[in-house]
């Protein structure tokens, strides 16, 4: 292939033709890998532009070579992530994502477990239990060879076998209790809401300093319950609007406009028919996104 059939118009044609059927793949891909709509944006934008300069007469597999430069992309970037997690300003949840369907099963408390793993670990998990790549083309993404690839894997799971969804949660099951959940907590309806959760619940609320919010994990069902008991206060003087019911990173749970106008989400681990976690995002910057 010429240059001018790499650059020229009809080239860029061309690299979009075989590059956009891919392209939500590849931003799940690096969405998982990254907990941040925008930055997976940006990560599959710059594989794109790679791929404009790419002669794509010698690429046999394209979701594989396409899947191999996203996943390095965010390597790099999540060595300066890192860094900036370290600084943040009270929990930290990735962004929410509102799904109208369950596309697989990494739930949010599944991706905050991801969190804890090494970058490598993260990557050899996600591509090979989540996406279902050969541990041979995975070892070939990250630079290590099959059987290390395959220890990272194995090392993944067991640090993350408690996070996943034990049991399926039926989705209109799940919406009936999210939608009990908003009404309780906003009418004020302490026994329904106190019914709704489970002994050890726990409540995590990312503000990232920009609006206000716990600066750390709120634990056990009485001082949830409490906290929910203030915020109701203000929900009933200053309001609280639902606008979505439905799956936010794989959980049920809604989105609300709140009284300063902002949009926030509150996803909602359920086990046994109880509420055992409650993760709210009120940080502005994550919920760009959603407007």
């Not at 790499?6 to 860029?12: F, K, M, T």
């Not at 929410?96 to 998990?125: C, G, I, K, Y």
Request: hydrophobic share 45%; charged share 25%.
């Amino acid at each position: 292939m010429t240059g001018e059939g790499i650059h020229g118009e009809a080239g860029a044609a061309d690299a979009a033709a075989s590059f956009d059927p891919l392209r939500p793949l590849l931003i799940r891909v690096a969405y998982r890998m990254l907990g941040s709509v925008a930055d997976a944006e940006d990560v599959v934008q710059d594989a794109f532009l790679r791929w404009l300069g790419t002669d794509r007469g010698e690429v046999r597999e394209p979701a594989a070579f396409l899947r191999r430069t996203v996943t390095r992309l965010c390597l790099d970037q999540l060595k300066s992530a890192r860094r900036t997690r370290e600084t943040y300003v009270g929990p930290w949840l990735p962004d929410p994502l509102v799904e109208e369907e369950e596309v697989d099963d990494v739930t949010l408390p599944l991706m905050l477990a991801l969190e804890r793993l090494s970058p490598l670990e993260r990557a050899a998990f996600l591509l090979h239990d989540v996406f279902g790549v050969g541990f041979d083309e995975v070892g070939a993404t990250i630079g290590r060879d099959a059987a290390a690839t395959r220890q990272l894997a194995a090392r993944a799971r067991s640090h993350v076998r408690e996070a996943r969804p034990r049991y399926k949660l039926e989705k209109e099951q799940g919406l009936e209790i999210a939608n009990a959940f908003f009404a309780a907590s906003r009418s004020g309806d302490m026994s329904a809401l106190g019914a709704l959760l489970a002994a050890d619940v726990g409540m995590w609320a990312d503000g990232g300093g920009k609006r206000p919010a716990a600066m750390g994990p709120v634990l056990g069902h009485d001082v949830v319950l409490k906290l929910h008991r203030s915020l109701a206060v203000l929900f009933g003087k200053y309001g609280s609007t639902l606008v979505h019911l439905g799956l936010i990173n794989g959980l049920p749970g809604f989105v609300t406009r709140e009284a300063d106008g902002e949009l926030q989400t509150t996803a909602l681990e359920i086990e046994d028919g109880k509420v055992t976690g409650i993760y709210v995002m009120r940080n502005p910057d994550k919920l760009k996104h959603m407007h």
